[in-house]
Nanobody, 117 residues
Framework: QVQLVESGGGLVQPGGSLRLSCAASGFSFSFNAMAWFRQAPGKLRERVAIIGSGAFPTHYVSSVKGRFTISRDNANNTVILQMNSLKPDDTAVYYC??????????WGQGTQVTVSS
């Protein structure tokens, strides 16, 4: 069955960087566009970055454009989110999933990112 395991979160000061990783299994990873989502306390989950099945194209929500970079390794079924210049507003639980995933789909446990001084 589908399994998504996110890792790499933590506590970082404003302006710092984190690299999130997602290991996917149980579906045809290389044929699916993938995305990173995040959910802050009291807010709806939002999709912040998308990557096509062949690593292109990529799209970002305006609030992270220029600071976050999504990439993938189809040989290892892995999706990466490099986050630079982090801000307190980036604090959230981060999830990876298929780009078109909806609330009713399977979701992993996510990884907590906290940006605070």
């Amino acid at each position: 069955q589908v399994q998504l395991v996110e890792s790499g979160g933590g506590l970082v000061q404003p302006g710092g960087s984190l690299r999130l990783s997602c290991a996917a299994s149980g579906f045809s990873f290389s044929f699916n566009a993938m995305a990173w989502f995040r959910q802050a306390p009291g807010k709806l989950r939002e999709r912040v970055a998308i990557i096509g099945s062949g690593a292109f194209p990529t799209h970002y929500v305006s609030s992270v454009k220029g600071r976050f970079t999504i990439s993938r390794d189809n040989a290892n079924n892995t999706v990466i989110l490099q986050m630079n210049s982090l801000k307190p507003d980036d604090t959230a639980v981060y999830y990876c999933n298929k780009a078109e995933a909806v609330r009713e789909d399977y979701w992993g446990q996510g990884t907590q990112v906290t940006v605070s001084s």
